[in-house]
């Protein structure tokens, strides 16, 4: 059985004196005093069906999560580095002898949820709030993208996408004993959806999108019969062949339906029906200002003076930061029981009615990094305090762009929106430990 506590330390565990390894070793104590954390791992290995017997080291699994994206480790990256730092294995806990290996990693890392990551930053921040580093008093709020793990959508790229998985559907089904008589088109639709890239004019794109579309609707033709061919009682692996198929044939149309909406029929397609990749069909459109178009999903932070991160929103759609600002403020008075004294958001959050209802909450100044028409007064008692929430506000920008550059923020690596989600929250906890343990008294 796994033990569900925290292996004591060896007298032959040592920390590096490098700056690495001395943060791994403020970490490490910070866990150390948090063993009861070891019960939320403990119920997501149970959840997830994963063997209660073998190695009895629960601990690991989730140190080893926090090293891989603290350090920004792929798992075959991860399991070297068990295997050969010293400061690694002493952060894992591991026992001489054993090194796992990336399935073994990935196998147990990958089942954490979202709800458990944010459990132990809730309680990360409550002892931030016992030693005074974080009050929650003085907070700041902004939004930023992460992208999903997806490539540059377009029409012709998609219909590709959906011919070449179709093709691998079929190879399948004969696999499992399909008879229908079907042909690959996977290198007519690729040379069609090339020079989709490169004509010029109108009339020859809608000729070639005819000729890609032609193809799919055979394929999918093809596939629909394989389906109907092939029965549920050709075991297990029939079963998932199948469910994989209603999967992406619910997609595969969409594709379809969308091209022949936007390329055919000249229709504005509202940018909450398309559907932007085959392969993360979670990921949404999200255009912030007048930058670049993003694939991914909208994520509303919030940031104390410590720079600490307090709470973060994943989401759906890409609503407006205004409509974001008062549902964020009130998740922060339900977890630190009270109203922030202060609070500083960007600009887009700006509005005489979020103003106004900030007040309500009992938030005595509220600045927003542009005035938008409100008077300076009206949001805080002098310019001077003006000038240092709006100071203040920018501050989150500097911790925004380490999640992203060193935390892996920037970019999902994760498949899925489950997924999507959890390695989001990992990252943030990751990074809060690592500021938890420089801002910790040595």
Request: aromatic share 8%; net charge positive.
């Amino acid at each position: 059985m796994r033990q569900e506590r925290t292996v004591q330390s060896s007298i032959f565990d040592l920390f590096s004196g490098h700056e690495i390894g001395c943060e791994l070793k403020a970490m490490s104590q910070w866990l150390d005093a948090h063993r009861d954390l070891l019960e939320l791992v403990a119920g997501d290995l149970h959840r997830h069906g994963v063997k209660q017997t073998g190695r009895e080291r629960l601990p690991a699994v989730l140190r080893c999560a926090l090293l891989k994206q603290h350090r920004q480790l792929s798992y075959q990256e991860l399991a070297f580095h068990l295997e050969d730092s010293a400061s690694f294995r002493a952060f894992a806990r591991l026992p001489w002898g054993w090194s796992p290996k990336k399935s073994v990693l990935h196998k147990t890392i990958s089942v954490l949820r979202a709800e458990t990551w944010e459990e132990i930053n809730r309680t990360l921040l409550l002892s931030a709030r016992q030693d005074k580093m974080e009050s929650g008093k003085v907070v700041r709020v902004d939004s930023t993208v992460t992208a999903a793990l997806m490539h540059e959508p377009s029409d012709s790229s998609l219909l590709w996408d959906c011919v070449r998985v179709m093709v691998r559907l079929l190879d399948a089904a004969d696999a499992l004993g399909s008879t229908i008589p079907w042909h690959d088109h996977c290198r007519a639709a690729k040379k069609r959806a090339r020079l989709i890239q490169f004509v010029r004019g109108r009339p020859k794109r809608i000729k070639r999108y005819r000729e890609l579309l032609t193809i799919n609707h055979k394929t999918l033709e093809y596939l629909n019969q394989a389906a109907a061919q092939l029965p549920l009682a050709s075991g297990p692996a029939g079963e998932l062949w199948q469910a994989v198929v209603c999967h992406y044939r619910l997609l595969i149309e969409r594709i379809i339906a969308q091209t022949e909406r936007r390329v055919l029929a000249g229709e504005a397609v509202p940018a909450g029906e398309k559907l932007v990749s085959l392969f993360e069909p979670h990921a949404e459109i999200i255009v912030k200002g007048s930058r670049d178009v993003q694939y991914g999903h909208k994520i509303n932070l919030t940031s104390g003076r410590s720079g600490l991160i307090l709470d973060l929103v994943i989401e759906a759609g890409n609503p407006a930061d205004s409509e974001r600002l008062l549902p964020m403020l009130e998740r922060h008075i339900a977890f630190y029981g009270e109203a922030p004294q202060q609070a500083a958001a960007d600009g887009g959050y700006a509005g005489r009615n979020n103003l106004r209802q900030a007040k309500e909450l009992g938030i005595s100044d509220m600045a927003f990094h542009k005035k938008a028409g409100l008077k300076i007064e009206d949001m805080v008692k002098s310019r001077w305090v003006y000038r240092k929430l709006r100071n203040f506000r920018a501050g989150i920008e500097a911790g925004i762009s380490c999640l992203k550059r060193a935390y892996g923020l920037g970019r999902c690596t994760w498949r899925g929106l489950d997924h999507f989600k959890t390695y989001v929250w990992s990252s943030v906890v990751a990074y809060n430990l690592a500021l938890f343990a420089h801002l910790s008294p040595t």
